[in-house]
């Protein structure tokens, strides 16, 4: 006979794999029609299960968008959590958001729509991971001793989630995405540099192609 423990451990992981394929019929739906209602019943018929399941382990309705951005969470957290080489740091958390973002843009795209009408507050988004990035910048010495990372860390994710609206709403296109955040981030750093490093940081935002663009483009776009 099997132990209890290890009945449950098996049910959980039943669980998880239907709430996998839950979510994974929600996307498919989304990307074959971006503006179409997203109901309980649609997504049980294409997961294959009963809406009674849906609304077990995922909830209501509304509660899609939740369930989601907790998918997108863990990803970045998997993504960010394997090893890679080059730059990491606060440009690596920039860098791996966008991406992702970018990576399933018709189903990124009505995702953050929904997060916005449903109120939804994002705890397990990027800003936590940047945070705790800046503040080992800091303790590096790569940033000066009184700068507040928190503080820091909210400002670029400020304009990183400016350029997201952006991005959303078609103003600009993969890359000028990713040029609009990284370039919120090298002001911040090169700002909050500590003195030995001040070059190091300034230089991202020396004349490059590029730079002006994106700021400009930013710019008008918040205008508009």
Same mark, same amino acid.
């Given at each position: 006979?099997?132990?209890?423990?290890?009945?449950?451990?098996?049910?959980e992981? /039943?669980?998880?794999?239907?709430?996998?394929?839950?979510?994974?019929a929600?996307?498919e739906?989304?990307?074959?029609?971006?503006?179409a !209602?997203?109901?309980?019943?649609?997504?049980? !018929?294409?997961?294959?299960?009963?809406p009674?399941?849906?609304?077990n382990?995922?909830?209501?309705?509304?509660?899609?968008?939740?369930?989601? !951005?907790? @998918?997108?969470?863990?990803?970045?957290?998997?993504?960010?959590?394997?090893?890679?080489?080059?730059?990491?740091?606060?440009?690596?958390?920039?860098? @791996?958001?966008?991406?992702?973002?970018?990576?399933?843009?018709?189903?990124?795209?009505?995702?953050?729509?929904?997060?916005?009408?449903?109120?939804l507050?994002?705890?397990?988004?990027?800003?936590?991971?940047?945070?705790?990035?800046?503040?080992?910048?800091?303790?590096?010495?790569l940033?000066?001793?009184?700068?507040?990372?928190?503080?820091?860390?909210?400002?670029?994710?400020?304009?990183?989630?400016?350029?997201? /609206?952006?991005?959303?709403?078609?103003?600009?296109?993969?890359?000028?995405?990713?040029?609009?955040?990284?370039?919120?981030?090298?002001? @911040?750093?090169?700002?909050?540099?500590?003195?030995? /490093?001040?070059?190091?940081?300034?230089?991202?935002?020396?004349?490059?192609?590029?730079?002006?663009?994106? !700021?400009?483009?930013?710019?008008?776009?918040?205008?508009?």
């Open positions: 006979m099997r132990s209890g423990g290890v009945e449950h451990g098996l049910r992981q /039943h669980k998880a794999r239907r709430r996998a394929r839950i979510l994974e929600t996307r739906l989304l990307r074959e029609g971006p503006e !209602a997203i109901s309980t019943e649609r997504i049980a !018929a294409r997961a294959e299960v009963a009674a399941t849906v609304y382990l995922i909830g209501p309705r509304e509660k899609i968008w939740e369930a989601l !951005a907790a @998918a997108f969470a863990d990803e970045l957290d998997r993504r960010l959590a394997a090893p890679e080489p080059g730059d990491g740091g606060p440009r690596r958390v920039v860098v @791996a958001t966008v991406r992702l973002f970018a990576a399933d843009p018709v189903v990124s795209r009505r995702m953050v729509r929904g997060w916005e009408d449903s109120g507050v994002l705890h397990r988004g990027p800003l936590p991971r940047l945070r705790r990035a800046m503040a080992e910048e800091r303790t590096r010495g940033l000066r001793p009184d700068i507040d990372t928190d503080a820091l860390a909210d400002v670029v994710a400020t304009s990183c989630v400016g350029a997201l /609206h952006q991005w959303v709403a078609h103003l600009i296109d993969d890359d000028r995405f990713l040029a609009r955040a990284l370039f919120a981030l090298d002001v @911040a750093l090169a700002a909050a540099a500590a003195d030995p /490093h001040r070059d190091r940081l300034l230089a991202p935002l020396r004349p490059r192609t590029g730079v002006g663009e994106a !700021a400009g483009g930013a710019e008008a776009g918040g205008a508009a």
